[in-house]
């Protein structure tokens, strides 16, 4: 009897033990912590991002002028020539041997132009005396005129003679960095053997990247008002993900919209210097190459601004929790401009001063109570000046 007594009393400790911290439990649960930020203006860069094409400035195909053997090459393929640079030189004994008889005949004829001169004169000399004839003098001064034309003639000859000689000697016309030659030395060129090198500019360079009509009239409205082109710079996003050093000027828009893709071409000029690496020298930008043109305006403009993590979407929208002085949360559909993954740029939806919520919102429902609390820095920050928001 004595150990079923003892027995239960242990039980009934037991379970008095257990039972006691569910009456502690019953009290109301305290209010979520959330970190808030106000949502307030910020200085950012308007920007837009496109895909654009580097382009070479000026580029040129050295094609042969005249038929003639290839004796020598004076440059180094793949290295860049400057203009006036000595190329190809082709055999020249031909055309010089042209030119002296080209020479001969104008000196022929301008011996027989003197003489005819000479026959002139006397002619005319003679019509003032009994055996002066007026026919003499007409035939004499209708040969001068042959003549004369004859030695215009060989002087016109002699030109092309002396210009065909100067073709044998092949020069570059711009500076820039030139292709393997097409043939070799020995061989004969035509002026239809097509090209023989090509030579691709290399500062300045261009940037051509389309751009939709839409956008196209949205960077029109937004920046006309600026200055233009004068008010927009482009940067450079290099296939690598590095950002150009150089910022480019936009100088070219094309007159037509392409009726196939709905898109206007856009071209910015930008300077490629020459660079050093170790004992090498290059070029960043090359001629064919993709990129990402990031076209933003000069000076930075007061938008409102929020961190990106406070936008949540769903299916109607973008939208966040916003807090109201009684600390309940509510529901409110934004309107975002151009963001990034930082920061938040919104155009309608919020005001200056509200208090959204950045940390935490995974807790939240509209119309709860909330324990507000400044969010940690990662979420509160920025938009620095001069980083722009992209948009593709």
């Known amino acids: 009897m004595r150990n079923r007594v003892t027995a239960k009393a242990a039980i009934a400790a037991f379970l008095l033990a257990f ?3 569910a009456y502690g439990q019953s009290g109301p649960a305290s209010p979520p912590t959330v970190g808030v930020v106000q949502v307030q203006k910020q200085p950012i860069t308007e920007s837009s991002e496109f895909v654009g094409r580097v382009q070479a400035t000026d580029r040129v195909d050295i094609v042969a002028r005249v038929t003639a053997f290839i004796e020598e090459r004076r440059f180094i393929e793949g290295a860049e020539v400057h203009q006036g640079d000595l ?5 020249r004994p031909p055309f010089e041997a042209d030119v002296q008889a080209k020479q001969a005949a104008v000196a022929q004829q301008t011996a027989l132009l003197r003489n005819a001169s000479i026959t002139l004169n006397r002619a005319q000399t003679l019509l003032s005396t009994p055996a002066g004839q007026r026919s003499t003098v007409d035939d004499a001064l209708a040969q001068q005129g042959s003549v004369a034309a004859q030695v215009m003639s060989a002087q016109a000859q002699l030109k092309s003679s002396l210009i065909n000689l100067d073709y044998t000697e092949i020069h570059a016309p711009i500076s820039g960095k030139i292709s393997r030659s097409s043939l070799t030395i020995g061989n004969v060129v035509t002026p239809s053997s097509g090209s023989l090198a090509t030579i691709v500019s290399q500062d300045p360079m261009y940037v051509l990247f389309p751009i939709s ?33 150089q910022n480019g000027q936009l100088d070219y828009v094309d007159p037509s919209v392409a009726t196939n893709t709905d898109t206007l071409m856009l071209r910015a000029r930008f300077p490629n210097p020459l660079g050093t690496a170790g004992q090498s020298s290059f070029r960043v930008l090359v001629d064919g190459e993709f990129v990402t043109a990031i076209v933003e305006g000069i000076e930075p403009i007061l938008a409102l601004g929020i961190p990106r993590a406070s936008v949540l979407t769903d299916q109607q929208g973008s939208y966040v929790y916003v807090v109201g002085p009684d600390n309940k949360v509510q529901q409110r559909r934004i309107t975002l401009g151009q963001s990034t993954p930082g920061t938040a740029v919104i155009l309608d939806g919020l005001k200056e001063g509200e208090t959204v919520v950045a940390d935490g919102i995974q807790r ?6 909330v324990n507000p609390a400044p969010a940690a820095p990662t979420a509160t920050t920025a938009l620095p000046a001069g980083t722009a928001p992209a948009r593709k």
């Open 19 to 21: 039972a006691a911290p």
């Open 87 to 91: 190329l190809y030189r082709l055999e």
């Open 213 to 245: 009509a839409s956008t196209a009239l949205e960077l029109r409205d937004r920046y006309a008002a600026k200055g233009g082109f004068s008010a927009i710079r482009v940067k450079l996003r290099l296939p690598g993900g590095g950002v150009y050093a």
């Open 364 to 369: 939240l429902r509209p119309g709860i109570q």
